[in-house]
C-alpha cells in the first residue's frame, strides 16, 4: 500500500496510482481526523469521494502517530489524551472514537486503536501495554458497523514472541476480518523484527489477511512475503523518492551524484514506467540540482511502479508454486549489485 497519510499520495494523482495498478492505499485516521476533520470528509460523502479515489483504502487508527508525539499525549485506561501537533488544542481518542472516526470516513479497512512501543523495553512494561492492547481491542469489535467495511485487528507484544503469541490467540478469538502485526519498523533490528512475526505468524488464520505494518523494503517484501504476509505498507518509496532515490533492480541509486550528469540513459533500462520510457538519468539530475517541482512527482512515478512490479512478481511466484527458487534469484541480484556500475 503506498501511504497517502493525509489522504493523498505525495506528489502523485490517483490516476497515477491506477496506471500502476494499485488497489489498496493507506490513509491516517489521526491525521485526518485533526486535518481538515470528520465533519468535512463526511460532508462530501466520505474519504473515496473527498479525495476521488474509488479503489480501496486502509485507515490506520492513528496510534503509531500517537507514539510518534510521545511529548504531546497521555495515555489512559480510556484512550489518548493528547494536543494537536496542528494548532495544540486537546483532544481525546478512545477505542470507540476511533471506530466512529473510520465509520464516518467509510475506509474499506478500519484498525483498531492500540499501543505501539519503541525498541524492545523492559518485559512488565510490554506485558502492561499488550495488556491495554486487548482490552481495547474487545471493547472495539462489537462496535464494527459491518457492511463494506472490515476491522482488523492488531497484534502487539514487543520483541518478545510468547506476548505474540498471546496476543495473536486472544485477537483471533475475536474473529476479526484481517490481523495486522503492529510496533516493529521502530528502530529495531532485522532480528527482532523477525522474531516478532515469528511469533505469531502461525497461529493467525491463513485464510484472512496479514498485514505488517510500517514495513516495506524491498528486501522485506520479499522475505516476509514469504513468511506469509499479505499486506504491507511504507513511505519507503515516495519517502526515497523526494530525496533524489531511485530503486532499481538489485537496490537504489542517487540521481544526484555526479556520474549522472551526461548520463541519457533512463534510470531503469526496460521499465515500462512513464519517468523511464521519457526522460534520462541527465535530466532528472538536473531537475533534482534545479529544484524543480517536477522531479520528486517522476521520481515517485518510478519507485511506485518499481514496488508493483516487484510484488505482482512475488504473487506470480507465489501462484505458480516457484517462490523459494524465485526468492533465491532475486537475493543472487542483490548481493551482486554494485550502484557505481549501473
Given at each position: ?58 485507515t490506520d487508527s492513528g496510534g ?144 484472512k489477511p496479514r498485514y505488517l ?130
Amino acid at each position: 500500500m503506498p501511504v497517502g497519510t493525509q489522504g493523498t499520495v505525495k506528489t502523485v494523482r490517483a490516476s497515477d496510482l491506477e496506471d500502476s495498478e494499485y488497489t489498496l492505499i493507506l490513509a491516517n485516521t489521526y491525521h485526518l481526523y485533526l486535518r481538515p476533520g470528520v465533519d468535512v470528509v463526511a460532508a462530501a460523502g466520505g474519504l473515496h469521494a473527498f479525495m476521488g479515489w474509488d479503489r480501496n483504502i486502509l485507515t490506520d487508527s492513528g496510534g503509531f502517530q500517537l507514539f510518534s508525539l510521545a511529548m504531546l499525549r497521555r495515555r489512559s485506561e480510556e484512550g489518548y489524551e493528547f494536543a494537536s501537533h496542528v494548532d495544540g488544542s486537546r483532544h481525546l481518542l478512545t477505542p470507540r472514537k476511533v471506530v466512529e472516526l473510520q465509520t464516518a470516513f467509510g475506509s474499506d479497512v478500519m484498525m483498531v486503536l492500540d499501543e505501539c512501543l519503541g525498541k524492545p523495553g523492559d518485559r512488565s512494561r510490554a506485558e502492561e501495554s499488550l495488556a491495554l492492547t486487548l482490552r481495547w481491542a474487545e471493547t472495539a469489535r462489537p462496535l464494527h458497523p459491518g457492511g463494506g467495511q472490515a476491522m482488523f485487528g492488531i497484534v502487539q507484544g514487543g520483541a518478545f514472541p510468547d506476548l505474540r503469541a498471546r496476543a495473536a490467540r486472544v485477537l483471533t478469538g475475536l474473529d476479526f476480518d484481517g490481523y495486522a502485526i503492529g510496533g516493529v519498523s521502530v528502530g529495531e533490528s532485522r532480528e527482532l523484527m523477525e522474531r516478532a512475526v515469528d511469533g505469531c505468524m502461525g497461529l493467525l488464520p491463513d485464510d484472512k489477511p496479514r498485514y505488517l505494518m510500517g514495513v516495506g523494503k524491498p528486501e522485506d517484501l520479499v522475505d516476509f512475503a514469504g513468511a506469509g504476509i499479505d499486506l504491507f505498507d511504507c513511505v519507503v518509496p515516495t519517502r526515497n523518492a523526494r530525496g533524489g532515490g531511485f530503486f532499481v533492480p538489485g537496490g537504489h541509486i542517487n540521481i544526484r551524484n555526479a556520474r549522472f550528469r551526461s548520463d541519457f540513459r533512463p534510470v531503469q533500462p526496460g521499465c515500462g514506467c512513464f519517468t523511464c520510457s521519457k526522460h534520462s538519468r541527465a535530466y532528472l539530475r538536473h531537475l533534482f540540482l534545479a529544484g524543480e517541482w517536477l522531479a520528486p512527482i517522476l521520481a515517485t512515478l518510478h519507485n511506485l511502479h518499481y514496488f508493483a512490479s516487484l510484488t505482482a512478481d512475488i504473487r506470480a511466484a507465489v501462484e505458480e508454486d516457484r517462490f523459494d527458487s524465485w526468492r533465491s534469484e532475486w537475493h543472487e541480484m542483490r548481493s551482486l549489485f554494485d550502484p557505481t556500475a549501473c
